[in-house]
């Protein structure tokens, strides 16, 4: 066994148990912030992700109940990381927390050499023409624009369980 001399003559061996040992609570403590929280609505639809209580969608709503005594939030945003759901708080049934465990770790992401980041149009009509995915993931979407039509390359850039998110390559 090799030893390392330090100043407060511990062995490596001990300041390697003792620093997993205090990092082992930041770990866990980070890994379940992240976790998908599911909310139940009334129509019996289940969004999974962040549910955030809010007091208004406008300034002036939220003005207008920070004069009440009690806090009321009649809103609650439910963030899946991908979309933000606003939904009266009177729809919600339930939430369970920290239901969506592997959801979290059931991700992939691609990275990919991507061109120049050019201005899209700013007008985008109907899809003419859509091509099936390659191996790589890749395919192209003939769009109306006003510019007229115009080829855009996509690419995956995430596999989630529950979505594909996609991003113009060129």
């Given at each position: ?12 061996r001990?300041?390697?148990v003792l620093s ?6 930041v ?9 998908a929280?599911e ?6 639809m289940?969004?999974e ?6 007091m208004?969608l ?5 003005q207008t109940?920070k004069?009440n005594?009690?806090s ?6 439910i963030?899946t ?14 939430v369970?927390?920290?239901s969506g ?8 992401k ?5 061109s ?9 009509g ?7 995915f ?10 109306k624009?006003?510019?007229?039509e ?5 690419g995956?850039?995430e596999?989630?369980?529950q979505?594909?998110w996609l991003?113009?390559?060129n």
């Amino acid at each position: 066994m090799i030893r390392i001399p330090c100043r407060t003559g511990l062995s490596l061996r001990r300041v390697v148990v003792l620093s997993i040992a205090a990092a082992a609570p930041v770990l866990l403590a980070s890994m379940c912030q992240g976790l998908a929280d599911e909310v139940r609505l009334k129509n019996g639809m289940i969004i999974e992700g962040k549910p955030v209580p809010l007091m208004g969608l406008d300034l002036t709503a939220i003005q207008t109940l920070k004069k009440n005594p009690t806090s009321v939030y009649p809103v609650l945003m439910i963030d899946t990381g991908i979309a933000r759901y606003f939904v009266p708080e009177k729809q919600k049934v339930e939430v369970n927390r920290a239901s969506g465990l592997a959801s979290r770790f059931e991700k992939f992401k691609i990275d990919r050499l991507r061109s120049s980041r050019s201005l899209g149009p700013t007008v985008m009509g109907s899809f003419l023409n859509v091509t099936d995915f390659d191996k790589f993931g890749v395919r192209t979407v003939r769009v109306k624009t006003d510019r007229g039509e115009i080829n855009i390359v996509e690419g995956v850039k995430e596999i989630g369980p529950q979505y594909l998110w996609l991003e113009g390559i060129n």
